[in-house]
């Protein structure tokens, strides 16, 4: 009998099991470096594209959301947008008929202050010509100061007057008083012609003064005392008025003061003038309806 070989032994014995393949620390470096470089590409390539399309989103008007979502909702979606796209638009485009009302109301505003302010600016340049004329210099440095606020008639009235100026009313009274005994003398001077009794009685009343200061007569005496009178109450219009009925005899003796009285007379009647105006002025400018 043939023995057999024993394989029983062999049989028994398990085969190995495969290894598991463990990878180095190379490969595993490699993985990681091409992660990040697939990460970097896709945000240099795509995030551009992401941002622009959200950037529009954004921007996008809100009508046209609505357009979009319209076909979804049928007419009344598209009514619903377009009731939308109103109110949104008419807060940013106001009505013109408003946008002209305030216009108008800004321009009226404006006029209304100009005039005010140049009425006060003339008001307050013939304050300052008033100050200026009350004093006997001449003014003509003022007046040129305030010459482009004050009306053109006026300034062209009162250059003349301004270059040599006139006494004060109360310096023109006070010669008058210095004046009325020779004008007293001068209107009793007798005719071309006269007896010599008159010549004699003219020439010792021009060495001692004899006058009938009675205001009431109706002689040379009386009109002198009274337009002295008028004269020391400031009524300088008053006494030139009153001198005028006196004898040709006294007009020489009387022609310099005349001629003062009259400066100072045109130059107060034409600064009277000019406050009249620019009060009225001022008055108007505030009460015009803005």
Partial sequence: MTAEPDAAPFAARPAPAPRPVVLNVAFW???????????IAVLFVIGPRLLAERGQSLAAPVPARDSAA???????????????SA??????????????GLQSRVASLEARDGRILDAASEALAVSALSR????????????SAFAKVLPGAAVATLTPLALQGAPTRTELAR????????VAAEARAPAQGASLPS???YALSRLVSIRQVDPAGSGPDAIIARAEIAANAGDIEGALSLLSRLPASTHAA??????????????DQAVAGLQADALADLAVARSSPP
């Fill in 254 to 267: 009387l022609a310099g003061w005349r001629e003062a009285a009259r400066r100072r007379v045109a130059i």
């Fill in 87 to 100: 109110a949104s638009a008419s807060p940013a485009s106001p009505p013109s008929s408003d946008v002209a």
């Fill in 132 to 143: 200026a004329v009350d004093q006997p210099q001449p003014f003509a440095q003022t007046l």
């Fill in 175 to 182: 010669s008058l008083d210095d004046l009325a005994a020779r």
């Fill in 70 to 84: 319209a076909p979804s909702g049928g007419a009344s979606g598209q009514a619903l947008g377009a009731t939308s």
């Fill in 29 to 39: 470096l490699a993985m990681v470096l091409a992660l990040i470089s697939l990460t």
């Fill in 199 to 201: 010549r004699l009685v």
